[in-house]
């Protein structure tokens, strides 16, 4: 019944006496005081003229009751609804607390401190005046009514007393100090107050009995429950001294599962309860044959297992999360295929290959009823609609969607899950969304499938093969279910940026689709449907509130952005958007019709974009590269010195690009004659040949032409041309090889203002299978020597 925790029992007596004795001590400063200070504090209810420690962990409450302390100022006391709320407002808080002193503050170990408080008298909040950096109110102070019965009232606290003492002696975890507090308590409301704070009621009774005004209801409520309290008490003595019965000395244990037992037994619930709600579960799925075995197993494993163990929580966890999975549960596919590309073309602008693919795997469902899910991977530069594509399908298709992040996964039991014999153990992330889709055929995200790492606790992306394997996932082993769940419904969809890093198994398994950047035009489209009503409705701006045309939206993308995807366009829009909101906040005028002069006071100065001026002296090429974020333009230059002939390559360059160097050397020393090239100039002089950025890793051989013609630019002393790109492999003998990501170099060509190409004759096809609209400013060059290279590069 009575709860005194904080400090030892016998000084809280004294100094409740002491201060009740000078309770008529009061300052006229504390009466004048009109604006209270609102603690709020959970799982208690304090009342007038008692002495009561709060433990305050919480920053506002620490804050307010310093600054009480310091300004000597009373406090209002007011119980939070919900114990759990962390941060509670006005309407989560009760409206008639107890006004209080504050004695003395304790600061704690941990942070925490300790206010020793005394109540006062019973208030109302009138009104909320602050609720930073704690609460403050204007307060309506309420007095006790009296009775009239007094004779009534005397008896009825008499016999409140009676029963308290009758409590404090049968409820062993009452102190016995409590039946000396009891007893020498003179007045009968500060006997009344001091047992409604310290009882074993609920906060929801203490507070009723803080509401009522009447002494007389109090005392009458506060007797009612305490007989409820007294019954119970009773009660679980009776099953106590039941148990006794069966007791031996020896069997300590024996004796805690049989009071246990006894209590179901009064009570209801257990072992049994819990049996028969997962029976009422399992009636409603529809399982094969092993399956429901291997449940009813688990299900007779639980009930020999004592229920107060360690062991009966984990099994109970267990059948929780094999009943709540979706067995046999699939969500009806939507056949609607013209409905679904509307969906696609309307979420995404562009990504052709990929809708049709998807349209397609959708005629072959729809035909064959039946079909293992394909396993897609999406592989292209950030920002390009890879994730957000998913959520499109899922749409599409009608199916759940869940997005799995696997980026910096470095724990096998992630994917796998634990063994249910630990502690803390539960299923793999897979399982998991598939209990949160709640069917078995959601389509789930793998996003970032390229950056699993491997650590300690196995590897990830080996785990991932059962899982992304059509032969292998109808029957996927997770080690906290023990057995096999059927994934081949599941539609997974991976993203990655690179293939580079990704298990070539893994690779094996995946049907990978390329996801080119984005053209001027495209991304232009893109900012129209979608990315600049985004930011107007993120910003709060109305649909009318400006309007960016076509001309300004690529002014935004040549000056400001050069990427492959749309993220830092759609952070320069979000600026022109915040301008827009400024302006309107301030009503100041502005033109809704942003101008590509506004445009560049609102983002400031633009990309240089006059490549000219570096490509004014011999030696320096522009060559194309592609990086895991898309293509992107570099610039080779070499220099001649005088010496003995010697190489010196710099720019944090890769093994391949030092070989290719080395080849278009050798190349140069063989062919001096047919290059114009003396070979006095090469043997009596050094060149060194530098790639600019030298912070960045650089690789591969697709700048091996661009390294040629820059030597032989500088051996010559002539300019290569302007507003002309290259990129390809070189041999020995001279000839011209393919490289990969035409596509992306070709559009960052395009981004650069490049007019000129050279390419390997191989790489035809892979230009012709460009959207010609998008290369209609560049003119393409296709070679099979570098003889031809020279010829078309180096100004005459």
Known sequence: MIEIEDIAFE??????????ANEEKQTKEEKAQEIFPILPVRNMVMFPKVVIPITAGREKSIKLLEEAQKNGQLIGILSQKLSQQENPTEKDLYQIGTIAKIIKIIKLPDGNISAITRGVQRFKVKNFIETEPYFTAEIEKLKDSSTKKKEEYEALIDNIKDLAIKIIEIDPNIPGAANFAIRN??????????????????????????????????????????????????????????????????????????????????????TETD??????????????????????????????????????????????????????????DIFDIPKAEKILNKDHFGLEDIKKRILE????????????????????????????????????????????????????????????????????????????????NPVIVLDEIDKLGQGIHGDPSSALLEVLDPEQNHSFYDNF?????DLSKV??????????????????????????????????????????????????????????????????????????????LEKQIAKISRWVALQITMNK??????????????????????????????????????TSVGGDIL??????????????????????????????????????????????????????????EGATPKDGPSAGIAMLTSMVSSYLNKKVKPHLAMTGEITLRGKVLPVGGIKEKLLAAVRAEIKEVILCEENRKDVLEINQNYLKNLKVHYVKTMKEVVDLAIEK
């Open 11 to 20: 000084n809280f007596l004294d100094e409740n006496f002491s201060i009740v």
């Open 361 to 440: 795997h959708m005629a072959v469902l729809k035909l064959k009823n039946d079909m293992k899910s394909p396993i897609l991977c999406l592989v292209g530069p950030p920002g390009v609609g890879k994730t957000s594509l998913g959520k499109s399908i899922a749409d599409a298709l009608g199916r759940k969607y869940v997005r799995m992040s696997l980026g910096g996964l470095h724990d096998e039991s992630e994917i796998r899950g634990h063994r249910k014999t630990y502690i803390g153990a539960m299923a793999g992330r897979l399982l998991q969304a598939i209990k949160k889709a709640g069917t078995s």
């Open 275 to 332: 049996v028969d709600e997962l029976k009422k579960k399992a009636e409603k799925i529809s399982w094969k044959p092993e399956i429901q075995e291997h449940f009813e197993k688990e299900l007779k494993r639980l009930q020999r297992h004592n229920p107060n163990s360690p062991d009966y929580n984990v099994q109970r966890n267990y059948l929780d999360f094999f009943t709540d999975l979706p067995w046999n549960s699939y969500s009806k």
């Open 481 to 485: 279910l023990e057995i096999g769940y």
């Open 635 to 692: 610039f080779i230059e070499s220099i001649l010195s005088k010496g003995k002939g010697n190489l010196t390559m710099t720019g944090n360059l890769g093994n391949v690009m030092k070989e290719s160097a080395t080849i278009s050397l050798e190349y140069i020393k063989a062919k001096h004659e047919s290059l114009g090239i003396s070979l006095e100039d090469i043997e009596n002089k050094n060149i060194h040949v530098h790639v600019p």
């Open 491 to 568: 539609m997974f969809i991976a993203t990655a940026n690179s293939l580079s890093t990704i298990q070539t198994p893994l690779l094996d398994r995946m049907e990978i689709i390329q996801l080119s950047g984005y053209t001027i035009e495209e991304k232009v489209e893109i900012a129209k449907r979608h990315l600049i009503k985004k930011q107007m409705e993120e910003t709060g701006l109305q649909k009318d509130a400006y309007k960016l045309g076509n001309k300004e939206i690529a002014h935004i993308v040549e000056a400001f952005t050069r990427e492959s995807g749309v993220r830092n």
């Open 185 to 270: 308590i003179e007045g009968q409301e500060d006997l009344l107050n001091f047992i409604c704070v310290n009882a074993n009621f609920s906060s929801e009774n203490k507070q009723k009995l803080l509401e009522e005004k009447s002494l007389m209801k109090r005392a009458e409520l506060c007797y009612e429950l305490m007989h409820d309290d007294f019954r119970r008490l009773e009660l679980k003595n009776q099953i106590h001294q039941k148990t006794s019965r069966d007791l031996d000395k020896q069997q300590r244990e024996y004796f805690l599962s049989q009071q246990i037992k006894t209590i179901q037994e009064e009570l209801g619930g257990g």
């Open 589 to 626: 005028e502005y033109d809704p019709k942003i101008s590509i002069q506004k445009i560049d006071e609102i983002l400031g100065v633009p990309m240089s974009k006059n490549f000219s001026e570096m490509m004014d002296v011999p030696g320096v090429v522009t060559g194309l590269a592609w």
